[in-house]
């Protein structure tokens, strides 16, 4: 089921309003890195062995990718998808540029 995603634009700001399931899942998942973060901290403080703190800032880095994963997703979902359905195409080239950039 796609969730609707209402997104308001002006000259000053931006803002995409979120349901309410999916502000609680992006939130899920910030606060298991967060968590994360400071599993890896503590590692630090704690002269943990290399090796193990690499696999837990992988598991940070893994995570940070689903995120912007669901975060893309529901961007072209909503945002892209509704502007498309609009006639306005500048949406797409945002996101194109915005994939640019993160594919450097």
Do not use: W
């Amino acid at each position: 089921m796609t969730e609707k995603i209402t997104t308001t634009s002006c000259e000053c700001c931006r803002h995409t309003e979120r349901t309410e399931r999916e502000r609680k899942r992006l939130m899920t998942r910030l606060k298991t890195m967060e968590g994360q973060i400071r599993g890896i901290e503590r590692l630090v403080e704690n002269d943990a062995y290399c090796p193990d703190i690499v696999m837990q800032v992988s598991a940070v880095s893994n995570a940070l990718n689903s995120f912007n994963k669901l975060l893309l997703a529901a961007h072209i979902r909503g945002c892209v998808a509704e502007d498309i359905r609009e006639g306005k195409e500048d949406k797409v080239d945002e996101l194109c540029a915005m994939l640019e950039k993160l594919m450097k």
